[in-house]
């Protein structure tokens, strides 16, 4: 999807990870890119996402394997094995029912198994994917297409709109392209944004937390990390800076406390278009001389309560704080419908459900390509939780351990985004997380 707008996200999550290396590829490619490379080996590939009850649901295209001539059973074992290469993903056998047992492998973590169901439908990956990026930029250079988006639930190309009474020059771009309407779903969204706000200090030092810019303002601390070169600090949101998309020299303090200034961001990459970024990040070096304490763990708080509009740390004493401490990187793809977490320090803790992940959206004057999307109707985030670490394949009341799979960047009332691991590491360059001093 494509969206364009600001709002503005301030989490106060903090991110803890056991030291990992995360090298940026040396051939970034989309979510999308990457289904498409399975769909152009298996034609019947048609997508995959988790459906409201939490089962993993994998798009077919029943015609393709009757007009092979093959068993349903044999094509859809070699879309399986495809996908587990691709997106780290093991099956085991169909069984009877065509239901599939799995479980999803994550840096060294493994998923429980889950039960799986084939759902048959009209259009391949590979149709939508072709179909898409003949339309996407002419629909995004309009005023009113706010985003665009590959919807693998629904089976469709969605074109979010801030005006549905001008779908003319919409309807127009695609029957240029030759595209069915009956692939086309149009719908009404408000603008989306990325703003800022103001909150109290928290010690000790630890992803999640408050900080202020020096150009004003407060946004949050992401997550703590040490970059090739030796530099350590901290990955918050761009547009948390002076220049969104630009190499600038914001500072960050918390409260009194100086914390360095930005050493690289996330920049406009003109191969895409003249004002794309792939990621809304920059990276925070922390002064040489900054000394964590014998305390410090890089985590996630944890509010006191999930989805509440908490902001009081959940604590079993004075000193002991309730958080997400067993933390790593994910490597792995979401899912679209997977539950995922935040902590901010506007919205406390919550949780929501993916769903969308490779969105296009705009945002002031930056097209964000390739974001990962959630449903924001309850809130999940709101102004003043930029920057924060979105983290998933965990739980709230006993959850220890967490994937970090994205910072958040930008919502409105109904939906919001967040760049992804494979965005920011292409961005920032090789990092390393630890739930150590990082010293």
Request: aromatic share 8%.
């Amino acid at each position: 999807m494509n969206t364009k707008n600001k709002i503005g996200l301030y989490i106060s999550t903090a991110l803890v990870l056991p030291v990992i290396s995360l090298a940026a590829s040396a051939q970034y490619q989309t979510y999308d890119e990457k289904l498409n490379e399975i769909a152009i080996n298996n034609q019947q590939y048609a997508g995959h996402y988790r459906d409201r009850n939490g089962k993993f649901v994998l798009n077919i295209i029943k015609s393709e394997l009757s007009q092979k001539g093959k068993s349903v059973i044999g094509e859809q074992k070699k879309l399986l094995s495809e996908l587990s290469s691709k997106l780290n993903i093991s099956f085991t056998e169909l069984d009877e029912n065509q239901e599939l047992s799995s479980k999803r492998q994550q840096d060294n973590k493994t998923r429980q198994s889950e039960t799986y169901r084939i759902n048959y439908v009209s259009y391949s990956f590979s149709q939508l994917f072709d179909w898409f990026y003949q339309i996407n930029d002419s629909l995004l250079a309009l005023n009113h297409v706010l985003l665009t988006d590959i919807s693998e639930d629904t089976n469709k190309i969605t074109i979010g709109v801030n005006d549905i009474t001008l779908n003319k020059e919409i309807i127009e771009i695609i029957h240029r392209a030759n595209i069915p309407l009956s692939v086309i779903n149009i719908k009404s969204i408000e603008p989306i944004q990325d703003t800022v706000s103001l909150r109290e200090e928290v010690t000790p030092l630890q992803g999640g937390l408050q900080v202020s810019m020096s150009t004003g303002g407060t946004c949050t601390l992401g997550f703590m990390a040490r970059r090739e070169n030796g530099e350590v600090g901290f990955v918050t949101a761009s547009h948390c800076t002076q220049f969104k998309g630009q190499a600038d020299t914001t500072t960050f303090s918390q409260g009194n406390q100086f914390l360095g200034g930005v050493t690289i961001e996330a920049e406009i990459d003109p191969t895409i278009c003249s004002n794309c970024l792939i990621a809304d990040v920059a990276f925070v070096a922390l002064p040489n001389d900054y000394t964590y304490g014998t305390d410090y763990n890089a985590k996630i708080y944890k509010a006191d309560s999930l989805n509440s509009g908490s902001l009081e740390i959940r604590s079993t004493g004075s000193t002991r704080y309730r958080n997400w401490w067993n933390l790593y990187v994910s490597h792995a793809d979401n899912i679209l419908g997977d539950t995922i977490y935040k902590t901010g320090r506007t919205t406390g803790t919550t949780s929501t459900r993916l769903i969308g992940t490779c969105v296009n959206y705009t945002s002031g004057f930056t097209q964000q390509r390739c974001h990962s999307e959630f449903d924001n109707s309850s809130a999940f985030i709101e102004p003043g939780d930029s920057g924060s670490a979105v983290i998933g394949s965990t739980t709230y009341s006993y959850g220890r351990s967490a994937a970090v799979i994205g910072i958040a960047t930008a919502s409105n009332n109904t939906t919001g985004f967040f760049s992804n691991m494979d965005s920011i590491q292409e961005e920032l360059g090789v990092l390393e997380v630890s739930y150590r001093d990082l010293n």
